[in-house]
Structures are given as structure tokens and as C-alpha cells.
């Protein structure tokens, strides 16, 4: 949604679970204020506001970035009527590796594909998917009717330019479009990435803006 100032306390080796928000408070403060100087003028926000009342309130209840990050991705995902189950990765059994943990991980959840963005293709060992029957299905953001723009802005733009139902579709439409024979993919994308992992690679910009709050 927006970039929270966070600090590792053990360094690039720190866990996602580990990393601290810097400043909750300010934090809160500053998000809330970016978030309604930019989307404000939306005939949506109203819908958005009330539904970010509790990922604003854990500033003030835990000063962990994850837990900040995990409630608006589910906020995001709510709006638009997903009903699926999120799994911890680290309730699940998995070896080290990036791709023998991803590997592991997708079979543990009795997945038939992973669906990976161009970034993961480029290291995906995917002999390990294959020797399990998973396939390995690259995700791309479609290039036409619009979607051209969706690598480049935040998943909140196509929401308060939609609106909840009108993007649920939108999405809808662009998964069957991608291939209507993958039902049951399996994605995975760490916390830090959720928002983006998930959303962003399905947004588009039809073309409307408003203006910003001053």
C-alpha cells in the first residue's frame, strides 16, 4: 500500500517476522496522511477507509512490519472477494534452497502448478516441480487492453479507479484469459512482497484520475 520505514535488527540475514517498524506512531501518521492525500478524491476511498481502521490501529499494537503488511494484504484481498486460505511457509515442512524450499512447499499444499513471475524464472530450478508432477507456470502482466501500466503503480490505484467489484472482475477476466486449464495454481510470495506479489501483477490503468488531495 505504502513504504513503511522499517530497520532489520540482525541485518539482510533478519527474518520478515523480525523487521521493526520505525517510529509506529509517526509511521501511522505518515501512512495515513499519504494514503488520503492521494486517493481521497475517490468515489471509493469511503470503502477503503473504513476497511484500513485495522491495519492503521496495529501501529499503535505491535511495532513488527509484518504484522502491518500480513492485515492490509488480507484487507486487499477481502474488498475483492477472495475466499481462499492463506498457509504459513513456516508451518510447513521445506528444505533449504529457494527452489527446493519452493518445490517443497508446493507439494506439501498438494499444489498441480507454481505460478512464478519473470523475476523467480530467472533462478527457478524447475526439474525439482517437474520430478513432483507440479508444473512451473510463468506469470507475465498482459500487455493489452490497458494492462501495459500494471507493473508500474500501486495495486491501491486500480482499486479506488474501480472500485472493489469492477476489479474483481477485471481480474477475473484477465486469469481466464492467461490459460482457462489452470485451475489450482499455487503461488507463493514472501510478506514484504504480498501486496505486490499478488495484486499489482493484474492491475491496469483505464485511463481516469483524479486529483490529489493538498
Not at 14 to 32: E, F, H, K
Amino acid at each position: 500500500m505504502a513504504s513503511i520505514p522499517t530497520r532489520l535488527p540482525g541485518g539482510r540475514q533478519t527474518a520478515i517476522r523480525n523487521a521493526l517498524i520505525v517510529d509506529p506512531i509517526r509511521s501511522r501518521r505518515r501512512t495515513t496522511q499519504m494514503l488520503w492525500q492521494y486517493f481521497g478524491s475517490s468515489p471509493h476511498w469511503p470503502t477503503l477507509d473504513q476497511a484500513l481502521v485495522p491495519v492503521l490501529d496495529l501501529f499503535t499494537t505491535t511495532d513488527k512490519t509484518a504484522d502491518v503488511t500480513e492485515a492490509s494484504t488480507h484487507i486487499l484481498l477481502d474488498l475483492l472477494g477472495w475466499k481462499g486460505q492463506v498457509l504459513r511457509s513456516s508451518r510447513l515442512a521445506a528444505r533449504p534452497g529457494r527452489s527446493r524450499r519452493l518445490a517443497d512447499l508446493a507439494a506439501a499444499t498438494g499444489a498441480r502448478s507454481y505460478l512464478c513471475g519473470t523475476g523467480g524464472m530467472k533462478y527457478l530450478e524447475t526439474d525439482l516441480f517437474t520430478s513432483r508432477s507440479i508444473s512451473v507456470t510463468p506469470f507475465r502482466t498482459p500487455t493489452a487492453g490497458g494492462w501495459d501500466s500494471g507493473r508500474a503503480i500501486s495495486a491501491l490505484r486500480a482499486l479506488m479507479l474501480l472500485g472493489p467489484s469492477a476489479l474483481a472482475d477485471a481480474l477475473r477476466a484477465v486469469a481466464a484469459d492467461q490459460d482457462e486449464s489452470r485451475s489450482g495454481l499455487l503461488g507463493f510470495v514472501r510478506t514484504h512482497d504480498a501486496n505486490s506479489g499478488v495484486i499489482q501483477g493484474a492491475l491496469f490503468d483505464p485511463g481516469p484520475k483524479w486529483p490529489r488531495r493538498r
